[in-house]
């Protein structure tokens, strides 16, 4: 999920002389990420009553696959500033239901005499995703670099692995799991 934050800010921000990109400066690529939090705090609204209508698991396995669906949106788009806007919108509607679902699903598996515990690794694991996300990110387009600036198809690249890498989560989260 992260990874796809962190390409969007930068591909914003890239100057239009890399022959892509939008010159955005650090202000404007902030207003660019302006959608993800509103439709991601849209999406904590929404959840507890598609929680009570779906269940947790199948929640989680849904607000992955919508971000799913913005990894695929930015990695085939984003010839115009209004494309990358909309996928990060979508990787908030996505996140804002995951992080709000995934309480309920780790609550569902834990002793009640662990759930302390249990939610404070899903913090500490929020932030290993978020820093490996970002350090992936960043590591792909270096390996993309030939100049001063990545290659679109380094965007793309990063993309698609988040695609693979989240369609593979996806599934994960479907799998049923058993109480201790």
């Known amino acids: 999920m992260y990874l796809l934050f962190s390409l969007i800010t930068r591909y914003v921000q890239t100057p239009t002389a890399a022959g892509y990109g939008f010159g955005l400066t650090t202000f404007e690529a902030g207003l660019v990420l302006v959608p993800f939090s509103v439709l991601g705090f849209v ?38 500033l209004v494309l990358p806007v909309v996928a990060i919108g979508v990787l908030g509607l996505g996140v804002g239901a995951f992080s709000a679902a995934m309480p309920a699903v780790i609550l569902a598996v834990t002793p009640a005499a662990e759930t302390a515990s249990a939610m404070s690794v899903n913090a500490v694991v929020r932030s290993v995703g978020f820093s490996t996300g970002s350090a992936l990110g960043g590591l792909i387009l270096a390996a993309h670099t030939t100049g001063t600036f990545p290659t679109e198809s380094g965007f793309t690249t990063a993309a698609w692995l988040g695609a693979a890498t989240t369609c593979t989560l996806a599934i994960v989260a479907l799998l049923p799991l058993k109480p201790r």
């Open 43 to 80: 999406a904590g609204r929404l959840v507890p009553g598609w929680r009570e209508r779906v269940g947790a698991r199948l929640l989680l396995g849904a607000s992955t696959a919508v971000v799913l669906a913005a990894f695929v949106l930015f990695a085939v788009a984003r010839s115009r």
